[in-house]
Structure formats: C-alpha cells, structure tokens
C-alpha cells in the first residue's frame, strides 16, 4: 500500500492501483486540499509505467457529494477558496491528460463537481441505486468543467438532458444514456470495477495506452486547457441539498 495521503489513498495492486477519495465521513466532498491531492497522484501515476490501469472510487459507498460547502461557507474561509476554480481546473486536466484507462466505481452519488470526477472515468461501473446529478442549473451557476466530459462522452442531446433538468440521473437512465458501462448489485460495484482494472492490466503491455490514445485521438477537441475552464460557482450542492 502506498498512502499518499489522508484525503487521497493510492493502494497498488499487481499492475494497477485503486486512488480512493477519504473523506467517508463528508461523503468524500471535496476541498481544495484534496483535489489538489488528486491532482498529484494522478499525474504521479500517469508517469508510472507499472500501473496499466487506475480504479476511481470513493471510501465508504459514496463516491463524492460534490464540493464541501460547509468548508467553503466558514467563517474565515479556507485559504484555498478563492482558487478552488483554478485548482480543481488542473484536477480535470490531470484525469484528462492520464494516458492510461481509469476505471470509476460509482457508489452511492457523485454531485456537481463530483459528476465530473465520474465522467472522467473511460468506464464507470455504477450500483444499482446509484446516481449522478448536475444540478447547478437550479441556483443559476454554470457547468464548465462538467460540460467538456458530457461534450467528451456523449452528444448535445444527453448534455441537454443531464444539466437543464438539473436532477438525480439514476444508474438505470445512465446506461441507457451511454454514460456508465454496466450497472451491477450495490455490493458488488467496487469488487467489479478491480475486476475490470485487473482485466486491463493483463493485456500486453502498452496495449490500454494505445487503445486509450487511438479513442482519445477521435475527440473534437483535444487540448485540455482550451476546454476546461476555471469557472467560479456561488451555487454548489451538496447531498443535504439535492431535490429529488
């Protein structure tokens, strides 16, 4: 095991490794620190030629609730507020930029800005009572970092759909919207995406870069900093504060 960090943990199995988000006790919500955290890890791994592929997941059967706006809200705010836009921007960029397939278990929700985290998954494996929600629509914020991985995995009409409704996507309407690969028993989804990562790492090696590479090279828009945008919210939902 190899433990990055309280916020981030790596754990490194045989050709591949697990990056999970520790913070169960806030449903792994999201500070500065932390993104910043992923960031490091994942361009850390992205340079590690052992890891063919990478499982991304979330401690204690949620995947993210999105940005910690009780962090946010404090009264002194946290050094790194002013900058999350910025700093979760590079977060974006780095799972962009990481050339190798990443795998998501997406348990429980991932909410705003954890809905990115999820789309940035090349396959994401969601439980049966799962779902993802982009709902910045309902307090008037805009979506940048979300819509260039809705403008990545799948058309304007499903973009339409997931960000002007604004509500919980359940992982039933995922798959059939070609968003998650397979939905799977809640149980069963961490057990599922290793297994998947694990397939991965057993082929050639170099074969899931060049794969990755030759879908990647199909995308429209291929340089990440034209596409992620350091947009600031004044709206972020949590899971307390998602409508049905």
């Known amino acids: 095991m190899d433990t990055a960090s309280q916020l981030v943990r790596v754990d490194r199995r045989e050709g591949w490794a697990e990056v999970v988000l520790n913070r169960p006790a806030r449903r792994n919500a999201l500070t500065g620190p932390m993104v910043q955290e992923l960031t490091e890890v994942m361009r850390g791994l992205a340079t590690d030629d052992s890891v063919a592929a990478v499982v991304l997941r979330g401690e204690g059967g949620a995947f993210t609730s999105g940005h910690d706006l009780k962090e946010l809200q404090a009264d002194p705010a946290p050094p790194w507020a002013a900058n999350l836009a910025k700093i979760f921007r590079e977060t974006n960029i780095a799972l962009f930029e990481f050339p190798r397939p990443i795998v998501g278990a997406l348990e429980g929700f991932a909410i705003n800005a954890g809905a990115a985290l999820a789309l940035s ?57 070609g968003l998650v690969t397979e939905v799977v028993p809640d149980a069963e989804v961490v057990t599922r995406a290793c297994a998947v990562a694990e397939r991965i790492a057993g082929f050639p090696a170099g074969s899931p870069t060049r794969i990755k590479a030759d879908i990647r090279a199909q995308a429209r828009i291929t340089d990440p900093r034209e596409w992620f945008r350091a947009q600031s919210s004044q709206a972020l939902l949590s899971a307390d504060r998602v409508s049905g």
């Open 121 to 177: 998954c090349d396959v994401l494996i969601a439980g049966e009572s799962a779902f993802l929600q982009v709902g910045e629509i309902q307090q008037g914020a805009g979506i940048a970092n979300n819509a260039a991985w809705l403008r990545l995995r799948a058309g304007e009409a499903v973009t339409s759909r997931i960000a002007l409704y604004g509500d919980r996507v359940p992982a039933k309407d995922l798959h059939r919207l």
